[in-house]
């Protein structure tokens, strides 16, 4: 099976809370008019959850709960069709 490297978990945080500051400075907008105020939330959420993000899928690497180890000649197979 495979292991994520530190890096893929930072870069799929990363990727992730760009589209999700976006929303979020959307949202705000919509609800407030104000863009400096939108910004502000915006640039907070995406500091904050790239932050809880990472240490989420960190942890998820290390329980084993839904995972089974295929025999090493099954390894190469996709088992998912």
Do not use: C, Q
């Not at 992730?16 to 959307?26: L, Q, S």
């Amino acid at each position: 099976m495979y292991k994520d490297l530190h890096s893929r978990t930072f870069v799929k945080a990363l990727i992730w809370k760009v589209i999700a500051a976006i929303m979020a400075i959307g949202i705000t907008y919509f609800y407030t008019g104000h863009i400096g105020e939108s910004g502000k939330v915006g640039a907070t959420t995406f500091i904050v959850g790239l932050i809880l993000y990472y240490a989420y899928e960190r942890g998820w690497n290390h329980i084993h709960w839904g995972k089974i180890e295929l025999p090493p000649s099954e390894k190469d197979k996709d088992i998912t069709k």
